[in-house]
């Protein structure tokens, strides 16, 4: 059974970091273009950023671009989004994709 997992979400102040990740299991992550996504309360889905399967190449949504880096760790089958300077704008709820399968999402709230 192919599944996702985010984890790594929270309450955070602004200029603050967090690390989601996104575990898979029933298949192996390294085999596809893995995304982050993020969809705020009233608000459609949105890409955030996403790295490819066959040379590692990166994307970054201008939003986030300097401040956000995606990475995947193929020992640990994850892939993470390390988000730092973080902005009261960022929050949301961030979901991994995969091949068309979503994971159930991560809460990411950025508040003083």
């Known amino acids: 059974q192919v599944q996702l997992v985010e984890s790594g979400g929270g309450l955070v102040q602004p200029g603050g970091s967090l690390r989601l990740s996104c575990a898979a299991s029933g298949f192996t992550l390294d085999y596809y273009a893995i995304g982050w996504f993020r969809q705020a309360p009233g608000q459609e889905r949105e890409g955030v950023s996403c790295i490819d399967s066959s040379d590692g190449s990166t994307y970054y949504a201008d939003s986030v671009k300097g401040r956000f880096t995606i990475s995947r760790s193929d020992a640990d089958n994850t892939v993470n989004l390390q988000m730092n300077s973080l902005k009261p704008e960022d929050t949301a709820i961030y979901y991994c994709?995969?091949?068309?399968?979503w994971g159930q999402g991560t809460q990411v709230t950025v508040s003083s």
């Open positions: 994709n995969a091949d068309g399968n």
